[in-house]
């Protein structure tokens, strides 16, 4: 439960975690996520070449939910040109083992019976997606993997549309998991649901 302020994990931690749950990007993509970066008028997030593994530029589309938690992200980033801002050195983003070193300790609390980390929630959203019927290469497009073999050489396209509509099934099935009546909500609880 990442809402429960009994929970002694950083505010802008928690919100990235959001995030990565929301968009299933890497955790050093998503701290490292700046405010140029965002186009909310587009309603993408555009990772730039240099800040992917696979050198090639990333266009995540933003839904209502990954919206909510920039929003409450802004509060905290104050003047810094980061959404997901340091506590300890303002002028940088939260770091990757900020969010590992948060959810080792405090998984227990959180209801979750087992250890894991940031990465492996990336691995939940690609499993999800292919739960929901995403096709395996727009799932892989999502995740900002790079396309293999001649797919990779003559497939140019952005998959920006089916990119879009497969994070909103994810959202969606998302929003049921943690018991929303709309997924539209202000409030993202990210509670386990048992049963």
């Not at 990007?25 to 800040?51: H, K, Y």
């Not at 994070?167 to 649901?193: C, D, H, Q």
Request: contains cysteine; charged residues 30%.
């Amino acid at each position: 439960d990442l809402e429960n302020m009994d929970i002694d994990i950083y505010r802008v931690s928690k919100l990235a975690l959001k995030m990565l749950v929301l968009t299933g990007q890497r955790p050093g993509e998503v701290c490292g996520m700046s405010w140029g970066e965002v186009d909310l008028d587009e309603g993408f997030w555009n990772i730039p070449a240099q800040r992917m593994k696979n050198s090639e530029p990333q266009r995540i589309p933003l839904l209502p939910m990954a919206i909510e938690v920039l929003k409450q992200a802004e509060a905290y980033s104050g003047d810094s040109k980061f959404v997901f801002r340091s506590s300890h050195k303002p002028e940088r983003p939260i770091i990757r083992q900020a969010i590992t070193k948060a959810l080792s300790r405090h998984w227990r609390e959180m209801g979750i019976s087992e250890a894991f980390t940031p990465h492996d929630l990336r691995r939940t959203v690609r499993t999800r997606l292919a739960e929901l019927g995403v096709e395996d290469v727009i799932a892989e497009r999502v995740l900002g993997h790079k396309l293999g073999g001649i797919l990779a050489v003559y497939n140019r396209y952005s998959y920006d549309v089916e990119k879009r509509q497969a994070l909103g099934l994810w959202e969606r099935r998302l929003a049921e998991i943690l018991g929303f009546s709309k997924p539209f909500s202000n409030v993202i609880p990210f509670e386990v649901r048992h049963g």
